[in-house]
């Protein structure tokens, strides 16, 4: 069973930056895809950026976070990342990591932006 913990959440203003990890435990991190999503309050958890397994490193994201996000991931390290940049008021909720089938939650973190 997969362990995962999220961390970086914070309070920045608009136009500010924040990258937010996701440290991986209990499994072969290399063997999921991994994804990001948000749930904003009184909000259904939407996805928010997406990273294949390694050997075929594709990335997709949600059209309202596309070229101000980056996901990556560092296998050595069983972490994944956003990246997030530019970031706007609406970017403002609860981020959570995911692995892939079958899919384990991180426990999220909150990041708020204030305009």
């Known amino acids: 069973q997969v362990q995962l913990v999220e961390s970086g959440g914070g309070l920045v203003q608009a136009g500010a930056s924040l990258r937010l990890s996701c440290a991986a435990s209990?499994?072969?991190?290399?063997?999921?895809?991994m994804g990001w999503f948000r749930q904003a309050p009184g909000k259904e958890r939407e996805f928010v950026a997406g990273?294949?397994?390694?050997?075929?490193?594709?990335?997709n994201y949600t059209d309202s976070v596309k070229g101000r996000f980056t996901i990556s991931r560092d296998n050595a390290k069983n972490t994944l990342y956003l990246q997030m940049n530019s970031l706007k008021p609406e970017d403002t909720a609860v981020y959570y990591c995911?692995?892939?089938?079958?899919?384990?939650w991180g426990q999220g973190t909150q990041v708020t932006v204030s305009s």
């Open positions: 995911r692995t892939g089938v079958p899919y384990y």
């Open positions: 209990g499994g072969t991190f290399s063997n999921y895809a």
């Open positions: 990273i294949s397994t390694p050997g075929s490193t594709i990335t």
